[in-house]
């Protein structure tokens, strides 16, 4: 079943001599392969609230031969104070390299020496009124940007300026080519788009339809759509009935694969659902040992802009205590006239519900446990969007 598929990222062959070295070895996150937790100590997260990879890359060989071979999309990557200086460094080093190769054309051809062919009648310079190397610089610029002054040019002395001049344009054009076309790609680049989609602060993990889910929200701070998919993973790590270390074992959470739940339609904010069966990495684990557990449920929200038809991913995780057992999310579309109305206030907010049971899903299944509680009708009421719309309606009445 997709719930229960393992994906091993990274892994330790162990030998005995390495499961030795393995279990005296003291992890940054508190843990150790053969001890699941370490006084006062927690997991680093693996992925940021902010959908950022909590992840160094050392030791790396020939990483920037690398990166140097692939330098359009290194160019893209980086950060904009620097593209910004290439950018600059680029056109005034190809300005400085032309311009010293039309100064010591000058220079060879003694353009200028002025004075001293004032009296021959057939001599002409290579480059007219060019004085010196800032006369150079500047017909550089002008040949390149194709400014055109008409003060500047070239005469047919010199061949060698005439291929410079031609070297040059056809230079000019590459390099705006590319600085241009990386600039524009990376300010079209759908990355920024995350940064309006909207996950709830907090998981929670209650009943729907009397199966014990766990659930997150989903928002969309643009009228732009976007066709998306959700995907999740549970983080953490395991030790193989071989004592191979896993510190981070990914284990695929189903959103609803099989059934197209994953598609959606994203108007409004909506609230992910992972039904907690017998195929769920979770299936086992009461509110009592969410309390205990070390792990981390990495959501990956993927889809594709409305208006450039490009493919964003925006991203986020929760730690176990930031899974609420035992709660709901707070309505936030309610219906007003002929309109419907999203209360972002309310987004990451919860509440609780006390009829939750406390057991795993499996003991729910087996009937170990019988519920806590019922449904009152304030939860009911309070659950109720329509009730919501009614009571803001008559307090505006009043």
């Known amino acids: 079943a997709m719930g229960a598929v393992r994906v091993h990222r990274y892994s330790i062959v162990s030998t005995d001599e390495d499961t030795l070295k ?25 992925v940021k609230k902010n959908g950022q990879c909590n992840v160094v890359f ?13 330098i359009f999309t290194t160019c893209v990557d980086i950060r904009w104070r620097y593209l910004l200086l290439i950018f600059t460094m680029t056109f005034l080093l190809s300005w400085l390299l032309f311009g010293l190769i039309f100064w010591g054309v000058a ?20 480059i007219l009124h060019i004085q010196g190397f800032i006369g150079a610089f500047l017909f550089s610029i002008e040949t390149q940007t194709t400014i055109g002054y008409g003060f500047r040019c070239v005469t047919e002395e010199c061949p060698v300026a005439v291929v410079t001049v031609v070297v040059q344009s056809i230079v000019g054009c590459i390099v705006d080519s590319f600085m241009i076309g990386t600039i524009m790609a990376k300010m079209v680049r759908p990355k920024k788009r995350a940064q309006t989609l909207l996950f709830s602060h907090h998981a929670v993990i209650a009943l729907r339809d009397g199966k014990l889910c766990l659930m997150w929200r989903l928002g969309n701070m643009r009228k732009s759509h976007i066709v998306e998919h959700v995907r999740a993973q549970l983080i953490k790590p395991h030790v193989t009935a071989e004592g191979e270390y896993l510190p981070l074992e990914q284990t695929d959470i189903d959103v609803g694969y099989d059934d197209g739940l994953d598609r959606l339609f994203l108007v409004s904010p909506l609230v992910v659902v992972h039904e907690i069966n017998r195929n769920s990495p979770l299936y086992d684990m009461s509110r009592d040992d969410l309390q205990r557990e070390d792990f981390e449920i990495v959501v ?26 035992g709660h709901r999310f707070e309505p936030v579309v309610l219906e007003k006239a002929d309109r419907f109305h999203v209360d972002y206030s309310r987004f990451h907010k919860t509440y609780e519900v006390p009829s939750t049971p406390l057991c795993s899903a499996r003991e729910l299944n087996q009937g170990a446990r019988p519920l806590l509680g019922s449904h009152s009708p304030s939860t009911f009421c309070y659950e109720n969007e329509v009730a919501l719309c009614c009571g803001d309606d008559e307090d505006q009445v009043k």
Not at 300 to 325: C, D, F, H, P
């Open 22 to 46: 393995i279990s005296r070895l003291s992890l940054h996150n508190g843990h150790s392969p053969l001890s699941q937790h370490s006084a006062g100590r927690l997991r680093s997260r693996f």
């Open 58 to 70: 050392d030791n790396m060989e020939d990483k920037q031969r690398r990166y140097l071979a692939d």
């Open 107 to 126: 220079l060879a051809h003694g353009d200028f020496d002025a004075p001293i062919h004032e009296g021959k009648h057939e001599w002409r310079p290579c």
């Open 300 to 325: 990956i929200l993927e889809g594709m802009v409305e208006a450039t038809a490009m493919t964003t991913q925006a991203r986020s995780s929760y730690l176990a205590k930031e899974i609420l057992w």
